[in-house]
């Protein structure tokens, strides 16, 4: 996904943020969707379920986990002077009395992404690290530049990082290769195994 400039611009709120309260917003829109419809047949991260739950019982911990989006993102949003009420499902920013709407985005903006991770076995410790380079339709957007992670711990990083940021919608326990499928995606995804820790770099 991709903010728009000029609300950064006139807002003054940094770019990195922004992709946050992107993503939390999106968050909380689809937890509460999911609390009105009692949606059991995904995961959630508060009580693991799969189909085992009557509707009440769903419709109780997605919105627990909405509640937990909403503070998170009432946290950021806080330390940019902005106050947030909740008039429906999506988030609402104030300022100075004034609605201050966020850019709202599709997915059908993330065309392409890759994916380029290297990893390295430390002998001495029996501990695999990794880094990963993110891009977005051709542009690198993030790097995780050393971080503990064996197999393919690289690739789920980075698509952590993409959901938290505000780049994709997906909830915790949807499949990637699913997600992407159903909404156009292309994933490039390779990664090497490097001797030396300096490798990463």
């Known amino acids: 996904m991709k903010c728009q400039d000029v609300w950064c611009e006139r807002e003054h709120v940094p770019s990195e943020d922004l992709h946050k309260l992107l993503g939390l917003a999106q968050e909380v829109k ?3 969707e999911k609390a009105c419809n009692g949606d059991y047949h995904h995961g959630c991260k508060t009580g693991g379920f799969r189909g085992e739950l009557d509707k009440s019982e769903a419709s109780r911990l997605w919105a627990s986990e ?8 009432t ?3 806080e330390s940019h002077g902005y106050a947030v009420t909740l008039p429906g499902l999506y988030p609402t920013l104030r300022r100075d009395g ?3 709407h966020l850019p709202y985005y599709e997915d059908k903006d993330v065309n392409v992404i890759t994916i380029v991770g290297r990893r390295w076995f430390d002998g001495h410790h029996g501990n695999t690290y990794f880094r990963s380079d993110i891009h977005v339709n051709g542009d690198l957007v993030h790097t995780i530049p050393f971080e503990y992670g064996y197999g393919s711990m690289y690739s789920q990083a980075a698509f952590e990082w993409l959901t ?9 326990g949807d499949a990637v290769w699913q997600y992407c499928q159903d909404h156009d995606i292309t994933v490039v995804d390779t990664v090497s195994d490097v001797r030396k820790q300096r490798d990463l770099n």
Do not use: P, V, W
């Not at 909405?66 to 993102?73: K, S």
């Open 66 to 73: 909405r509640d937990d989006a909403l503070e998170r993102f």
């Open 30 to 32: 689809r937890h509460g």
């Open 164 to 172: 938290d940021n505000g780049y994709l919608s997906m909830d915790r």
């Open 98 to 100: 004034s609605d201050a």
């Open 75 to 77: 946290a950021l949003a």
